[in-house]
């Protein structure tokens, strides 16, 4: 029922939770794939060179962390786990994966935090609750 699943998260604890949430979920199905998605807001280009380069390296460096404790998180499934780090709006980036990768299900956490640039703050899940092209589990 959910082979493709698409966990979006941000490192705060809802997204934590979210991703224990999304292990259990691949391990019941017997899920074929978690898809894990950081996405982070771009950094303005007023910032000009080094600062820019600087900035980004930082939200790089923090979104890989990130990346690496959601997986732990997850832990053991019978799938692959695959990644995918992306600039730009976050309730967009994750409706647009979940569009491209045929995703049966997103998994994300009610609250994000304001890291990398207000990753899944305010209405985000509520975006992706409105558009998404499949159910959305949200984890509190």
């Given at each position: 029922m959910f082979g493709k699943i698409l966990l979006a998260v941000?490192?705060?604890?809802h997204a934590i939770h979210s991703a224990k949430v999304a292990g259990?979920?691949?391990r019941t199905m017997k899920s074929e794939m978690v898809r894990i998605v950081?996405?982070?807001s771009p950094i303005p280009p007023f910032l000009g060179e080094p600062n820019m380069q600087i900035a980004l390296d930082a939200r790089l460096k923090e979104a890989e962390e990130i990346l690496q404790a959601s997986i732990k998180a997850v832990g053991e499934i019978p799938?692959?786990?695959h990644t995918e780090l992306l600039e730009g709006s976050p309730a967009e980036a994750i409706i647009e994966v979940a569009n491209t990768r045929h995703s049966d299900?997103?998994?994300?956490?009610s609250r994000g935090m304001s890291t990398l640039g207000?990753?899944?703050l305010g209405s985000t899940s509520q975006k992706v609750v409105s558009h998404a092209p499949c159910p959305v589990l949200i984890v509190r």
């Open positions: 941000d490192g705060s604890d259990d979920l691949a950081v996405a982070y799938g692959e786990i299900v997103i998994v994300m956490g207000g990753l899944l």
